[in-house]
């Protein structure tokens, strides 16, 4: 399905498909990501096993609210405030939870020393963020982790899911890349959107339009930052202030990285 023709189920005369915008994110994200699902059950797992049932969740850059939705399906009884800097994607997320009183969003720039000024409570139970912070450079990304760590109550979680690159095995690395890419090209030419072309759908939206055009502002072009190691993320991790920090999943070129204040 090209993206006009996906489109003109995204909109009614009624409104806006919220839910059918959260779908097409997640098909277009699983494109790149087949194990995505893998990664959020863990992630949940922990949070329980760590932090319990009831958790003050903060989903940090939380695009259209994936990691919320799950959280909430998960356990109903958490909360959870998301922050994010895009405002198509956060117009996506507070649509879908639009009148739930468990969720709030905060628009904030993670790289303004300032943000956690904007977050509506001083310390929370879990930080959770999946394929978002690879963006950032490794200086900013350290001094971010230096931040989440000062917002997560003693005794409780960080979880990062991301591309994390491991330098030391370039012929893994290629040999993974190559047959990722391969499963890729035959699920595009299946019909699956790439991130180009959902961007291209966002745009064509009456909706999601004007935030899409200010989404490009703020951002440009998708330009990733740096992708170190998960030995990397778990050693910077203990020294901005948690006690503990290991992958708890991997799949070939991802890892999630739990840390416990």
């Not at 909109?11 to 059918?20: C, E, F, L, S, V």
């Not at 959280?71 to 939870?97: C, K, Y």
């Not at 931040?147 to 997560?152: F, N, P, S």
Request: charged letters at 25%; glycine letters at 6%.
């Amino acid at each position: 399905m090209r993206p006009s023709e996906e489109g003109a189920s995204m909109t009614t005369t009624t409104g806006t498909d919220w839910h059918a915008w959260q779908e097409s994110w997640d098909r277009q994200q699983e494109w790149y990501m087949p194990d995505r699902e893998e990664r959020f059950r863990i992630m949940l797992d922990m949070v329980e096993a760590l932090v319990g049932p009831e958790p003050r969740v903060l989903d940090l850059a939380c695009g259209t609210g994936t990691i919320t939705a799950r959280l909430l399906a998960r356990l109903p009884n958490a909360t959870s405030t998301g922050v994010d800097l895009d405002p198509a994607l956060l117009t996506i997320a507070e649509g879908t939870f639009a009148g739930d009183e468990r969720v709030s969003f905060v628009t904030a720039d993670l790289k303004d020393p300032e943000w956690p000024a904007r977050l509506p409570y001083d310390a929370y139970d879990a930080v959770l963020t999946a394929t978002a912070l690879h963006w950032l450079h490794s200086e900013p990304l350290a001094a971010l982790y230096g931040q989440v760590a000062e917002l997560v109550r003693d005794g409780g979680v960080f979880m990062n899911a991301d591309h994390m690159i491991d330098e030391s095995t370039p012929r893994i690395n290629a040999a993974e890349r190559a047959q990722r890419h391969v499963r890729m090209d035959q699920a595009k030419a299946d019909g699956a959107l790439d991130w180009a072309e959902w961007w291209a759908l966002a745009a064509q939206d009456p909706v999601l339009a004007a935030p899409t055009a200010r989404r490009f502002e703020i951002y440009g072009e998708h330009a990733d930052g740096d992708m170190p190691s998960a030995a990397w993320h778990a050693r910077v991790l203990r020294e901005k202030g948690f006690g503990e920090a290991r992958p708890v999943w991997r799949s070939p070129s991802d890892t999630l990285i739990l840390a416990v204040k």
